[in-house]
């Protein structure tokens, strides 16, 4: 069964470091990209990027690029989402998800969401 | 970036209601549209993908398809469990996007 279990709630002050975790189990950690999206509260989805676990390519939404890095450790089935200084706006809900690539690379499995809440 | 223009933004119905939402994209993106289930409180689970593939184990009662640029999620005899968010993404082009999103109330 192919699972995504991401780390907890976080809640965190403007200006401080944050790293989130996605971890894969049920299938080829290697074989798959991993992308991240993001709910602000109340909002739609944002897609953030994606990363391929087994060479760490990665392709950022341009609204994302700079302000987030995606990275992927295979021994671990991990992939990773971090901030190097957060911001108020940064608040909100993060999913990982595993893509399929018959179409373009669409969500086929989800993590349970990390709620960020960045707050002085 | 391709936009991704999804109407209702919300939309109430009855049980065993037909109901439609739309999505359409700023330009061509072939089939590459998928729309995801929202329920509140929870993840976004795959409907469907390239535009008219149904996910395995997902209702027979969804249904998608494409019409000149205008692609359609079709929900037949609505159940009290539809209740959720329904969001259109396109795969055709880097960056992904989602449309806005339906809420639909039953």
């Known amino acids: 069964e192919v699972q995504l279990v991401q780390s907890g709630a976080e809640v965190k002050k403007p200006g401080e470091s944050l790293k989130i975790s996605c971890k894969g189990s049920g299938y080829t950690f290697t074989n798959y990209w991993i992308g991240w999206v993001r709910q602000m509260p109340g909002k739609g989805l944002e897609w953030m990027g994606i990363?391929?676990?087994?060479?760490?390519?990665?392709k950022y939404s341009p609204s994302f690029r700079g302000q987030v890095t995606f990275s992927a450790d295979k021994s671990i089935t991990t992939a990773y989402l971090q901030w190097s200084s957060l911001k108020a706006s940064d608040t909100g809900m993060y999913y990982c998800?595993?893509?399929?690539?018959?179409?373009?690379?669409?969500?086929?499995?989800w993590g349970q969401g990390t709620l960020v809440t960045v707050s002085s | 970036d391709i936009q991704m223009t999804q109407s209702p933004s919300s939309l109430s119905a009855s049980v065993g209601d037909r109901v439609t939402i739309t999505c359409r994209a700023s330009r061509t993106i072939s089939t590459y549209l998928n729309w995801y289930q929202q329920k509140p409180g929870k993840a976004p689970k795959l409907l469907m993908y390239g535009a008219a593939n149904l996910l395995s184990g997902v209702p027979s009662r969804f249904s998608g398809s494409l019409s000149g640029t205008d692609f359609t999620l079709t929900i037949n005899d609505l159940q009290p469990e539809d209740l959720a968010s329904y969001f259109c993404?396109?795969?055709?082009?880097?960056?992904?996007?989602f449309g806005q999103g339906t809420k639909l109330e039953i």
């Open positions: 993404q396109q795969t055709y082009s880097a960056p992904h996007t």
């Open positions: 990363i391929y676990p087994d060479d760490s390519d990665t």
């Open positions: 998800a595993r893509a399929r690539g018959d179409f373009g690379n669409y969500f086929e499995y």
